[in-house]
Nanobody, 123 residues
């Protein structure tokens, strides 16, 4: 049974940092990603790591210079280091996994999701 468990969310002041973790169990996947969502808006791609491609990564333009996604294959865990946080980064952050390969920025391409973790950045 596949399970994704996120942790590390919280409240931080603008300019601060948080590190999210996503522990996957049950099996491994080709692609691991982070998405975020605010009420009333569609789930938004944040970052992904391609396990099938030596750990190559992609980022949304809005986070490219501030966030870093990484993975520990031995632990089947993915991390999202978030620096220089802004109030507009406030959202529920979700971990997702996919068997697809490529530039997977569409949430519909991911079959498994975590429960989400709230990140709140105060001004």
């Amino acid at each position: 049974q596949v399970q994704l468990v996120e942790s590390g969310g919280g409240v931080v002041q603008a300019g601060g940092s948080l590190r999210l973790s996503c522990a996957a169990s049950g099996r491994t996947f080709n692609t691991y990603a982070w998405f975020r969502q605010v009420p009333g808006k569609e789930r938004e791609f944040v970052a992904l790591v391609r396990r099938w491609d030596g750990g190559s990564t992609s980022y949304a333009d809005s986070v490219k210079t501030r966030f870093t996604i990484s993975s520990d294959n031995a632990k089947n865990t993915v991390y999202l280091q978030m620096n220089s946080l802004r109030p507009e980064d406030t959202a529920v952050y979700y971990c997702a996994t996919s068997d697809h390969m490529g530039q997977l920025t569409a949430w519909a391409l991911y079959g498994y999701w975590g429960q989400g973790t709230q990140v709140t950045v105060s001004a």
